[in-house]
């Protein structure tokens, strides 16, 4: 897919057969899973990791998997947990149509405020 004035970029969370995504947790990741409405099982290892993971666990589009405890068991066990109950889903796409919903195109608001802070030869108040 191209995106517009960028590097050409894979969206693979953008693919329906997506039905989780197995992240650290980072803010970047969980942002696209949102985005994309596909529920996660986190596995937080550092930084904000661990508030984005239970922030996901918290609005039920995420579950969390400490690192410490991770086996090969739990894994399994919290990916069936994820796949087979569909509230994840839901939750997950429930989410991703209230990040969608904006009255003004992401992309339009950025190069307004690029040419703002150009027409006024700066952005000083």
Excluded: C
Aim: charged share 20%; proline share 6%; aromatic share 8%.
């Amino acid at each position: 897919m191209d995106i517009p004035g960028f590097a050409r970029k894979v969206l693979i969370l953008a693919h329906p057969n997506i039905m989780v995504f197995i992240t650290h947790g980072g803010l970047g990741s969980t942002m696209e899973a949102i985005h994309h409405g596909v529920p996660i099982v986190a596995i937080p290892v550092m930084s904000d990791q661990k508030m984005n993971a239970y922030s996901s666990e918290r609005a039920g589009y995420g579950v969390v998997l400490p690192f410490t405890e991770l086996t090969e068991g739990k894994l399994d066990s919290f990916l069936q947990e994820v796949l087979t109950n569909p509230k994840y889903r839901e939750l997950a796409k429930h989410r991703s149509l209230i990040m969608k919903d904006r009255q003004v195109d992401p992309l339009k608001n950025a190069v307004y405020w690029v040419e703002y802070v150009i027409r006024h030869n700066g952005a000083d108040t």
